[in-house]
């Protein structure tokens, strides 16, 4: 193996699968980073057997060839060195020797045989989608997503086509968000449940990627294919909860606020919550009052007057405060809609105008 390669591009790439790589004990060649060198391009792969990503960047390849690197090292090599200087990189006795105008060095390699293979699903079920469609969908849901892996279905995101829509859905029982945007392929069906981490590498990944993404997906893997990148990931067997039927089809109350208001009195007020961020909303039609207020007997209280347009029943309720401000950047709409069906049902966040977006958060003292 003989190449020279951009440093830039080169960190870029290192840092891009970097993260993938993890420290094991029992396996230590998911540590590196695999790198082959191949056609005008070097490609670097790393993998911890739950997610696998390639990443391909330009070179002059003398001599083709591949070789396992520590990732951890190979990165603290690279962030040293100045930017735009260009690295030539050699396979000298079963290790790298790579080298600048002003720097070398030599870094030990793992057994290549090692490394496991990222697999390769068939290309029969697909879809094509703009990255940027795809990182929105899954950043709009992703923090509703459940933290524990106790049920997998759950500490996931479930992406699936319905008619004319490419769904994205998360919940941790307490609350649910949905994103909805146009099916870029009518004719094409997809239901698919991707782990929590997974859904997060995959809008950390090509949140940067500006180009129509192909997305190949069955029954045990996803992957998501960009010109120069390659991810793939497990996906999760069982079921998504059956949510359609937890969302109220009724309105007993509704409240038109600006965000921006609403926003910034639940912060005052979540600083005198408790623990479990709980805050109280006050909503009384008759005197045209919308209220959020918070009270600790170890910090103080605060109260504070909203000014909205209300309608419908009153209501007292108490919810997370950083369940709801999760929520509202998903939002774009200057004006937030909140419907109430009393103190035991969800409570149902979108923005005016805005039909993509729904988000339901289940109150406190039901």
């Known amino acids: 193996m ?18 993938i790589a993890t420290k094991n004990l029992s396996l230590p060649i998911l540590e590196s980073i695999l790198i082959e060198a191949k056609d005008k391009s070097l490609i670097l ?7 696998g990503l ?15 690197l520590p990732a951890d090292i190979l990165s603290a090599f690279l962030s040293g060195l100045q930017d735009g200087q260009l690295i030539k990189m050699e396979l000298i006795s079963g290790n790298l020797s790579l080298s600048t105008t002003r720097n070398s060095t030599v870094i030990k390699s793992f057994p290549v045989d090692d490394f496991p293979n990222i697999p390769k699903i068939d290309k029969d079920n697909s879809i094509s989608i703009e990255s940027s469609k795809l990182v929105s969908g899954i950043r709009s849901v992703l923090y509703s997503a459940a933290v524990s892996d106790m049920k997998p279905e759950i500490s996931s995101v479930y992406i699936y086509t319905d008619s004319d829509d490419l769904i994205f859905v998360a919940t941790d029982s307490f609350r649910l968000a949905e994103k909805r945007i146009k099916n870029p392929q009518k004719d094409k069906k997809m239901s698919l449940i991707v782990p929590f981490k997974n859904a997060n590498e995959i809008a950390r990944i090509f949140e940067s990627v500006n180009e129509v993404l192909d997305v190949y997906f069955n029954k045990n893997q996803i992957s998501v294919v960009s010109p120069f990148i390659y991810f793939t990931s497990r996906v999760v067997g069982g079921i998504f909860p059956d949510y359609g039927q ?5 309105k007993k109350t509704e409240v038109v606020v600006l965000k921006r208001d609403l926003i910034d009195s639940i912060k005052i007020s979540n600083i005198f919550s408790d623990k479990f961020n709980q805050i109280s909303i006050k909503i009384s039609p008759e005197d045209a009052l ?25 209501v007292d309720i108490t919810v997370n405060a950083k369940y709801i401000l999760d929520c509202l950047q998903s939002i774009p709409a200057d004006s937030i809609h909140l419907v109430f069906n ?12 805005e039909g993509s977006f729904i988000y339901l958060v289940m109150p406190m003292n039901n």
């Open 2 to 19: 003989k190449a020279e390669c951009a440093k830039d591009k080169l960190k870029e790439g290192v840092a891009h699968v970097g993260k």
């Open 54 to 68: 390639e990443v391909r960047i330009p070179a002059k390849v003398e001599r083709a060839g591949v070789i396992a």
């Open 342 to 353: 009393g103190h035991t049902k969800p409570v149902v966040i979108k923005g005016v105008g």
């Open 45 to 51: 792969k790393t993998t911890n057997l739950d997610v």
């Open 246 to 250: 937890i969302i109220p089809k009724d």
């Open 290 to 314: 919308f209220e959020i207020s918070s009270k600790n007997q170890d910090r103080g209280e605060s109260a504070t007057t909203v000014p909205a347009t209300v309608e419908g029943e009153g």
